[in-house]
């Protein structure tokens, strides 16, 4: 029977009860949520058992519970588990990437990692010195934060920060290039995605486009000729990032080109667009630029994606020589395209870890992801088989070699040997199981090769093979039901 109000339950009598309320912090460290472990999880489960006992404590004060209905340690976790707003009710969804691309762009490119994120998390969910020197007490720049630190990873003098790599370029080319001939090669007038186009950003920055060389071949006689026929007063060069031309071509390295800008007194600007922060060889890639090369070689100024190799937030990294860096900094354009606390936290974690390159592999997903040997993908495949086949019997699970990409235009052509759990099934078509794991609470995306769908295991972070056994399951007990 519930009491309906005050009188029959004495002030005492309450605040006993209170005591009885389980707190928030042994809410979420009961073992039923002990499964649940991402940050941003653990934040909802918080705010559920916040938003529980709270009304709990109304309740109690209105007299509606007694002491003996105290909920149980049970019937606690079922109540704040339905108020745990399920990842399906948002827009924007936890996604389990089984493609194999590890800078998937239409799967938010670069995954942070927890380690990286609970950092910013701690510096973006409150106050911070953004734009305040602590010690003088006046203000600051916002990218000072991280400046030091890509000069010391890049050897470059100077740094800024912009929203992401497209803006760096438009930067870099207002501030040094607006309304003087520019040369680049016609190889490398390049579409990236959307509509980044060079020559349009170009044009928008108000650099003048002198095209040189032709698709396939440019040398460094085009661009000395583009400078003493042509008036060329700038040479930029841009990664032809998604795309690889083969056969009979010959581009000029940034080295030979830099070389050139010296001869003739022209500032080399070279976008990259994926540029990795560690050596490649560490990663155990052959291909991409290091930023740190780019500059060694001789380019005056680089930028390139904060999230695509370097495997942090979308931002765009402007490095070089000051005196074409530091004017960029006053360049009124550079209001619109600057980072804001949450990217800058996320940067300067990330160029924390990069500045000793074997943790930068272990806490950098992308470099890790990148990292994974066969030997160890394969493994994790022949455990993910066993899981499936356990849960459903209605497939086949079979461990393949499959090849995955490091994605994002990152590195084009370049194919990276990963293994796979490939899924056969007499009752389901492979397009049709493609579907139903995309359309599970989680959403799975995975790909279909010759016939079968393919779920790289490179690309899987921790946790996600859970996910994708209970994906399975779901499938099961849907044949199942039609069977009957
Ligand atoms: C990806 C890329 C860009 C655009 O970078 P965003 O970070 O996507 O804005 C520009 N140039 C090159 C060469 C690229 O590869």
Same mark, same amino acid.
């Given at each position: 029977?519930?009491?309906?109000?005050?009188?029959?339950?004495?002030?005492?009598?309450?605040?006993?009860?209170?005591?009885?309320?389980?707190?928030?912090?042994?809410?979420?460290?009961?073992?039923?949520?002990?499964?649940?472990?991402?940050?941003?999880?653990?934040?909802?489960?918080?705010?559920?058992?916040?938003?529980?006992?709270?009304?709990?404590?109304?309740?109690?004060?209105?007299?509606?519970?007694?002491?003996?209905?105290?909920?149980?340690?049970?019937?606690?976790?079922?109540?704040?588990?339905?108020?745990?707003?399920?990842?399906?009710?948002?827009?924007?969804?936890?996604?389990?990437?089984?493609?194999?691309?590890?800078?998937?762009?239409?799967?938010?490119?670069?995954?942070?990692?927890?380690?990286?994120?609970?950092?910013?998390?701690?510096?973006?969910?409150?106050?911070?010195?953004?734009?305040?020197?602590?010690?003088?007490?006046?203000?600051?720049?916002?990218?000072?934060?991280?400046?030091?630190?890509?000069?010391?990873?890049?050897?470059?003098?100077?740094?800024?920060? =912009?929203?992401?790599?497209? +803006? #760096?370029?438009?930067?870099? $080319?207002?501030?040094?290039?607006?309304?003087? *001939? /520019?040369? @680049? !090669?016609?190889?490398?007038?390049?579409?990236?995605?959307?509509?980044?186009? =060079?020559?349009?950003?170009? +044009? #928008?920055?108000?650099?003048? $486009?002198?095209?040189?060389?032709?698709?396939? *071949? /440019?040398? @460094? !006689?085009?661009?000395?000729?583009?400078?003493?026929?042509?008036?060329?007063? =700038?040479?930029?060069?841009?990664?032809?990032?998604?795309?690889?031309?083969?056969?009979?071509?010959?581009?000029?390295?940034?080295?030979?080109?830099?070389?050139?800008?010296?001869?003739?007194?022209?500032?080399?600007?070279?976008?990259?667009?994926?540029?990795?922060?560690?050596?490649?060889?560490?990663?155990?890639?052959?291909?991409?630029?290091?930023?740190?090369?780019?500059?060694?070689?001789?380019?005056?100024?680089?930028?390139?994606?904060?999230?695509?190799?370097?495997?942090?937030?979308?931002?765009?990294?402007?490095?070089?020589?000051?005196?074409?860096?530091?004017?960029?900094?006053?360049?009124?354009?550079?209001?619109?395209?600057?980072?804001?606390?949450?990217?800058?936290?996320?940067?300067?974690?990330?160029?924390?870890?990069?500045?000793?390159?074997?943790?930068?592999?272990?806490?950098?997903?992308?470099?890790?992801?990148?990292?994974?040997?066969?030997?160890?993908?394969?493994?994790?495949?022949?455990?993910?088989?066993?899981?499936?086949?356990?849960?459903?019997?209605?497939?086949?699970?079979?461990?393949?070699?499959?090849?995955?990409?490091?994605?994002?235009?990152?590195?084009?052509?370049?194919?990276?040997?990963?293994?796979?759990?490939?899924?056969?099934?007499?009752?389901?078509?492979?397009?049709?199981?493609?579907?139903?794991?995309?359309?599970?609470?989680?959403?799975?995306?995975?790909?279909?090769?010759?016939?079968?769908?393919?779920?790289?295991?490179?690309?899987?972070?921790?946790?996600?093979?859970?996910?994708?056994?209970?994906?399975?399951?779901?499938?099961?007990?849907?044949?199942?039901?039609?069977?009957?």
């Amino acid at each position: 029977m519930k009491n309906s109000g005050n009188s029959d339950t004495g002030k005492n009598d309450i605040n006993k009860i209170m005591r009885m309320i389980p707190k928030v912090d042994a809410i979420i460290n009961m073992p039923h949520f002990a499964e649940i472990s991402g940050s941003a999880e653990r934040a909802e489960l918080k705010r559920a058992a916040r938003e529980y006992t709270g009304e709990l404590r109304s309740r109690i004060l209105a007299g509606e519970i007694t002491q003996d209905e105290i909920p149980t340690e049970r019937d606690v976790c079922a109540a704040v588990s339905a108020r745990i707003i399920k990842d399906a009710d948002r827009s924007l969804r936890k996604t389990v990437n089984a493609t194999g691309i590890v800078i998937h762009t239409n799967l938010g490119r670069a995954p942070l990692g927890d380690s990286i994120m609970s950092r910013a998390a701690k510096i973006a969910s409150g106050y911070s010195n953004l734009e305040y020197d602590i010690e003088k007490g006046e203000r600051s720049q916002r990218n000072l934060h991280v400046e030091k630190l890509i000069c010391e990873i890049t050897g470059a003098e100077a740094a800024v920060v =912009v929203n992401n790599n497209a +803006s #760096a370029v438009f930067l870099a $080319l207002n501030s040094i290039a607006a309304g003087k *001939k /520019t040369a @680049v !090669s016609r190889g490398e007038l390049v579409e990236i995605g959307g509509s980044f186009r =060079v020559p349009d950003i170009m +044009s #928008a920055s108000g650099a003048e $486009l002198i095209e040189t060389g032709t698709t396939n *071949k /440019t040398k @460094v !006689s085009d661009y000395v000729n583009a400078i003493e026929e042509k008036g060329a007063e =700038v040479l930029l060069k841009v990664h032809t990032s998604n795309f690889k031309i083969e056969g009979f071509t010959e581009n000029v390295s940034i080295s030979q080109l830099a070389a050139t800008g010296r001869e003739y007194g022209c500032p080399v600007i070279y976008d990259i667009g994926a540029a990795f922060l560690v050596q490649r060889e560490l990663v155990g890639i052959h291909d991409g630029e290091t930023a740190r090369k780019c500059i060694e070689d001789g380019a005056d100024v680089i930028m390139f994606s904060g999230d695509k190799l370097m495997g942090s937030t979308q931002a765009g990294i402007i490095a070089g020589k000051r005196k074409y860096i530091d004017p960029m900094r006053s360049n009124s354009f550079m209001r619109m395209l600057r980072p804001d606390k949450l990217q800058l936290a996320i940067l300067e974690e990330t160029l924390i870890h990069c500045l000793d390159p074997r943790d930068a592999i272990e806490s950098v997903p992308v470099l890790k992801m990148l990292s994974l040997k066969k030997e160890e993908l394969t493994e994790k495949a022949e455990a993910l088989a066993e899981r499936l086949r356990s849960v459903c019997g209605s497939c086949e699970f079979e461990v393949t070699a499959c090849s995955d990409e490091a994605g994002g235009g990152s590195l084009p052509g370049v194919e990276i040997s990963g293994a796979a759990v490939s899924v056969l099934s007499g009752v389901r078509r492979a397009d049709e199981i493609e579907r139903f794991i995309r359309a599970y609470d989680i959403p799975v995306v995975a790909r279909i090769r010759d016939g079968r769908l393919v779920i790289s295991v490179r690309t899987l972070l921790d946790g996600d093979d859970d996910i994708i056994e209970a994906a399975f399951a779901k499938l099961e007990m849907e044949i199942n039901k039609e069977r009957i």
